[in-house]
């Protein structure tokens, strides 16, 4: 790994701490790592804000991949202790599904971090209020994590993989019952009626397991995927042309989930 090289400022109040540093990964047991070096994908800058108590970071991607989704490791240190650390996960893969949805490109990648690209993000850095600053305060940010748009998975934080991989499999999976629930009251002639049993039968999925319950991630739902149906059919059922929002609604969703799909598929 290629040591970080930091900045240091000795005024804690300013703008205080920039940090490069390398991608930290190596390619997980049985995932693939080919292609190009894990290296290309790297923190180019990070800037802690102590005013809004952020770290603004700069990350660069000079690979022939996309990044679908990158996790960090942040740590913020005053007079050479830590006042704070964070480990940061993103998922970029709704917003490249919205950029297909929009141009009506099965094959783009707008919404992911592309070759060559440089992404930048702002995330809270936790200091907390009554932490003790005195020296220089610096910010160091370090990849742990990488899914590529080709499939290959790199990281040193498996649990965050685990986390994102999980994830997409439970929107897929909410995204299916929803679909699933939709066609059941399909039959349902009188438009309230069958938007009524869509309701019902998504707030037993919202409601989820009993707390505490131990549920396999092979079977979690994502709430998300199923709030935003609840939210959306309640809006439609009060309309005037329910019927016909229905139907554009169910359109829309079928799309969107096949859209999922064949991306997820892509990159299996």
């Known amino acids: 790994m290629i040591p970080p090289v930091v900045r240091r400022f ?126 220089p305060v610096e910010v160091r940010v370090d990849v742990t994590v990488v899914l590529w748009s080709d499939g290959a998975v790199e990281g040193t934080n498996q649990f965050m993989i685990r986390q994102m991989q999980d994830g997409r499999q439970a929107t897929l999976r909410a995204e299916g019952k929803v679909l699933s629930i939709l ?13 009524g049993g869509v309701l019902n039968d998504l707030a037993l999925l919202v409601k989820g397991p009993e707390p505490g319950a131990d549920v396999p991630a092979s079977e979690m739902l994502n709430s998300a995927v199923l709030s935003d149906a609840v939210a959306n059919l309640t809006k439609i059922r009060s309309s005037n042309n329910a019927a016909a929002q229905l139907q554009a609604y169910a359109a829309d969703f079928t799309a969107q989930h096949e859209r999922r799909v064949a991306l997820t598929q892509s990159m299996a």
């Open 183 to 195: 066609d059941a009251h399909s039959g349902d002639p009188e438009i309230q009626s069958r938007i």
């Open 10 to 135: 000795r005024n804690p109040l300013a703008c205080a701490v920039v940090a490069l540093a390398a991608l930290n990964c190596t390619a997980l047991p049985g995932q693939s790592g080919a292609g190009e070096s894990s290296t290309g994908f790297s923190v180019r800058s990070a800037v802690y804000n102590p005013a809004a108590n952020t770290v603004v970071v700069e990350l660069a991607n000079d690979t022939q991949r996309s990044v679908t989704a990158y996790g960090l490791d942040i740590t913020v240190t005053a007079g050479g202790k830590a006042i704070a650390h964070t480990g940061y996960g993103a998922d970029l893969l709704n917003l490249i599904l919205n950029a297909r949805s929009k141009k009506g490109a099965a094959d783009s990648w707008d919404g992911a971090i592309r070759p060559g690209g440089v992404h930048t993000d702002t995330i809270p850095a936790n200091v907390l209020a009554e932490a003790e600053v005195t020296g």
